[in-house]
């Protein structure tokens, strides 16, 4: 199984690259907010907000609320990080040709050893191939499509195959 530098090269830094896309930004950690509201705020900010002007049962019951809202905020945001994670995961994927690779004829049907499959998007895009003997294979998805690179020859557009 010999993959040549360049196409190693180019797996490599595409897979960085979606690394650091999903990369939380670097910033500190937000202070954990379990304490009623008028320990989080300050005394000026605090009548600034008229909130000395509530009765302690009103504070009790902002206090609650508060804490729920923080909660429902809190899976939100869980569940869309972890929505945004798998589907960056399917951004990227890195495999073999199952076979021989030809080239590209116009209507080229590629089927990875990963089990996906693949068709020309572009029927004017012809391309030999120089490595024909299982060769390395990337899909990216972009912006304006999947995009695929196959060892020894030029990138281009694929469509999935739903039903190989």
């Not at 589907?87 to 996906?116: A, W, Y």
């Amino acid at each position: 199984m010999k993959i040549s530098r360049g196409v190693f090269l180019v797996v490599i830094s595409l897979a960085f690259s979606v690394i650091l896309a999903c990369a939380p930004p670097a910033v500190a950690a937000p202070q954990e907010m379990t304490g009623n509201i008028k320990e989080m705020m300050s005394p000026e900010e605090f009548r600034a907000a008229g909130l000395n002007k509530l009765s302690p049962d009103e504070l009790q019951k902002l206090d609650a609320w508060l804490q729920g809202y923080r909660q429902i905020t809190e899976q939100k945001a869980e569940k869309k990080a972890t929505a945004r994670a798998s589907r960056t995961k399917m951004d990227l994927i890195v495999s073999r040709v199952d076979g021989q690779f030809n080239g590209l004829t116009g209507r080229t049907i590629i089927r990875l050893e990963d089990g996906t499959v693949w068709k020309q998007a572009n029927a004017d895009d012809r391309h030999r191939a120089r490595v024909t003997d299982h060769p390395a294979a990337a899909v990216i998805h972009g912006v304006f499509g999947y995009k695929m690179r196959i060892e020894g020859t030029q990138e281009f557009y694929v469509d999935p195959v739903r039903n190989p």
